[in-house]
């Protein structure tokens, strides 16, 4: 932790290079989940693998690097500058009372260089660690096991066939947490005993659980809930978990089995296995085969965050109970239990209208719903996004799927209750026509696969 009496600091955000659009979306949520917000220190450069940010606490910035998964390392910012004389004008006015602290006689030290889209050699680096000597550090160096770690970062660009001789620019700072980048690969769908063929990325599911601002005890629902993906990143942050899905044998772990090698599913392949596999169990409440444009919930206030990755129809079809045709209900509305109901299509215009009414009825008062929107890209305009008097619109982050296809993650909070006249705009309308057919973007998605120079390499829900 920072020490007392200090003056007021900055900080330093080294980014992953991965998912770009849903950075900042992250980081804001995390500093709103601890009541605070972001200030960048300058103009702010999405692409950028650095941010420098200001007041902010130390506890904050250890609060975020807990949780992000699109953050690598977090610094005390002690200078920076376009060249090295820059930096070493800067680390010389930063304050001395700042400094201090850690460049004590009984105190030990590590100093490492970070280089951004070049690799030096090990004898360059040495070198610009001595340059550093007008530092005054009095501890002792320790390689292994140093109390206080600094590191030289030089960002060269995001050009890999243009990098320059010398760096763009250059920072200096205290190492003080790294990030979550682990929990991508610890909680990885390759490694995970219950999957499907839609089974939602170990690192999105994370980041879409930041954009939620899902904490301890909060309760989350998933009404397209497949094979649970999100409810395993969520109940890591020690949220209760429950979802519902249309399709039996994914809800009760049955059926053709989506491992390769593999034909059917064993006996414990569910989504509470999945929960067991990382200790979070406790926190499974249940899932629930249920349609969800019939939702089966009591009305009022119940989820604290509402997180969905609804289907397609190109992996997975967009179906929901029901038919055209006219069929004998039993006189007591009560079906015998080998009945299986019948199923129509459910376009993609009525799962979202169902999903923000449902979640504008269901979530508390700053609760937040965040979900994933397909898109063609050709026809994209920001008026296609569903909107609803009861929900405000967070971020809006694009995952490009092909050269004509994407998913946008949309996040939105509840800043009202629903009133009788509260409808989804846009998608009622009849003259708005992207989501109103069966099966409208799987037509779409798969209008570009096959090209006059062959197939395109096209990624999969």
Same mark, same amino acid.
């Given at each position: 932790?920072?020490?007392?009496?200090?003056?007021?600091?900055?900080?330093?955000?080294?980014?992953?290079?991965?998912?770009?659009?849903?950075?900042?979306?992250?980081?804001?949520?995390?500093?709103?989940?601890?009541?605070?917000?972001?200030?960048?220190?300058?103009?702010?450069?999405?692409?950028?693998?650095?941010?420098?940010?200001?007041?902010?606490?130390?506890?904050?910035?250890?609060?975020?690097?807990?949780?992000?998964?699109?953050?690598?390392?977090?610094?005390?910012?002690?200078?920076?500058?376009?060249?090295?004389?820059?930096?070493?004008?800067?680390?010389?006015?930063?304050?001395?009372?700042?400094?201090?602290?850690?460049?004590?006689?009984?105190?030990?030290?590590?100093?490492?260089?970070?280089?951004?889209?070049?690799?030096?050699?090990?004898?360059?680096?040495?070198?610009?660690?001595?340059?550093?000597?007008?530092?005054?550090?009095?501890?002792?160096?320790?390689?292994?096991?140093?109390?206080?770690?600094?590191?030289?970062?030089?960002?060269?660009?995001?050009?890999?066939? /243009?990098?320059?001789? #010398?760096?763009?620019?250059?920072?200096?700072?205290?190492?003080?947490?790294?990030?979550?980048?682990?929990?991508?690969?610890?909680?990885?769908?390759?490694?995970?005993?219950?999957?499907?063929?839609?089974?939602? #990325?170990?690192?999105?599911?994370?980041?879409?659980?930041?954009?939620?601002?899902?904490?301890?005890?909060?309760?989350?629902?998933?009404?397209?809930?497949?094979?649970?993906?999100?409810?395993?990143?969520?109940?890591?942050?020690?949220?209760?978990?429950?979802? =519902?899905?249309?399709? @039996?044998?994914?809800?009760?772990?049955?059926?053709?089995?989506?491992?390769?090698?593999?034909?059917? %599913?064993?006996?414990?392949?569910?989504?509470?296995?999945?929960? %067991?596999?990382?200790?979070?169990?406790?926190?499974? +409440?249940?899932?629930?085969?249920?349609?969800?444009?019939?939702?089966?919930?009591?009305?009022?206030?119940?989820?604290?965050?509402?997180?969905? #990755?609804?289907? @397609?129809?190109?992996?997975?079809?967009?179906?929901?109970?029901?038919?055209?045709?006219?069929? /004998?209900?039993?006189?007591?509305?009560?079906?015998?239990?080998?009945?299986?109901?019948?199923?129509?299509?459910?376009?993609?215009?009525?799962?979202?209208?169902?999903?923000?009414?449902?979640? =504008?009825?269901?979530?508390?008062?700053?609760?937040?719903?965040?979900?994933?929107?397909?898109? @063609? %890209?050709?026809?994209?305009?920001?008026?296609?996004?569903?909107?609803?008097?009861?929900?405000?619109?967070?971020?809006?982050?694009?995952?490009?799927?092909?050269?004509?296809?994407?998913?946008?993650?949309?996040?939105?909070?509840?800043?009202?209750?629903?009133?009788?006249?509260?409808?989804?705009?846009?998608?009622?309308?009849?003259?708005?026509?992207?989501?109103?057919?069966?099966?409208?973007?799987?037509?779409?998605?798969?209008?570009?696969? /096959?090209?006059?120079?062959?197939?395109?390499? +096209?990624?999969?829900?």
């Amino acid at each position: 932790m920072a020490a007392p009496g200090r003056s007021r600091l900055q900080y330093l955000l080294h980014l992953a290079q991965d998912n770009l659009d849903f950075r900042l979306p992250e980081i804001k949520s995390l500093l709103t989940l601890r009541g605070r917000h972001f200030h960048a220190t300058e103009k702010f450069d999405e692409k950028s693998p650095f941010w420098c940010l200001n007041d902010l606490s130390e506890e904050d910035v250890c609060g975020v690097m807990a949780r992000s998964v699109c953050a690598k390392s977090a610094f005390e910012l002690w200078g920076h500058g376009h060249t090295h004389s820059e930096l070493k004008e800067s680390l010389l006015k930063y304050p001395t009372e700042n400094m201090l602290p850690y460049l004590q006689k009984d105190s030990s030290y590590r100093i490492n260089v970070f280089t951004f889209n070049k690799t030096l050699e090990f004898a360059e680096r040495i070198k610009k660690i001595d340059a550093l000597e007008y530092l005054p550090f009095e501890g002792t160096v320790s390689l292994k096991n140093p109390q206080h770690v600094f590191c030289l970062l030089e960002d060269y660009g995001i050009d890999p066939n /243009n990098i320059p001789d #010398d760096p763009f620019y250059i920072y200096f700072g205290r190492w003080i947490a790294d990030g979550q980048r682990e929990l991508i690969r610890s909680h990885s769908v390759k490694n995970r005993h219950f999957i499907g063929n839609t089974s939602m #990325d170990a690192g999105l599911s994370f980041i879409m659980t930041n954009h939620a601002m899902v904490k301890e005890n909060d309760l989350v629902f998933d009404p397209f809930v497949g094979t649970g993906s999100l409810l395993v990143a969520c109940s890591h942050f020690g949220a209760y978990v429950c979802g =519902a899905d249309i399709d @039996y044998n994914t809800i009760h772990g049955r059926g053709r089995s989506s491992r390769k090698d593999q034909k059917w %599913r064993g006996p414990d392949e569910n989504i509470r296995a999945n929960l %067991r596999q990382y200790g979070t169990e406790k926190m499974y +409440v249940d899932v629930m085969v249920s349609d969800a444009s019939k939702p089966v919930w009591k009305k009022g206030p119940l989820f604290d965050a509402i997180i969905t #990755d609804p289907p @397609y129809g190109v992996r997975e079809s967009t179906r929901r109970t029901g038919s055209h045709k006219d069929h /004998n209900k039993p006189a007591d509305g009560i079906y015998a239990e080998s009945h299986v109901p019948v199923s129509q299509s459910y376009h993609l215009s009525d799962i979202f209208t169902d999903l923000l009414n449902f979640s =504008a009825e269901h979530l508390v008062m700053g609760g937040r719903l965040v979900y994933w929107l397909p898109i @063609y %890209r050709p026809e994209y305009t920001e008026e296609m996004i569903p909107l609803h008097p009861c929900l405000r619109l967070v971020s809006n982050c694009e995952q490009t799927l092909s050269s004509h296809t994407s998913r946008r993650l949309i996040t939105m909070e509840k800043i009202k209750e629903p009133e009788d006249s509260d409808s989804v705009a846009h998608l009622s309308d009849p003259g708005f026509k992207p989501y109103q057919a069966h099966n409208a973007f799987r037509e779409k998605y798969f209008s570009g696969v /096959n090209k006059k120079f062959g197939k395109e390499d +096209v990624n999969g829900e």
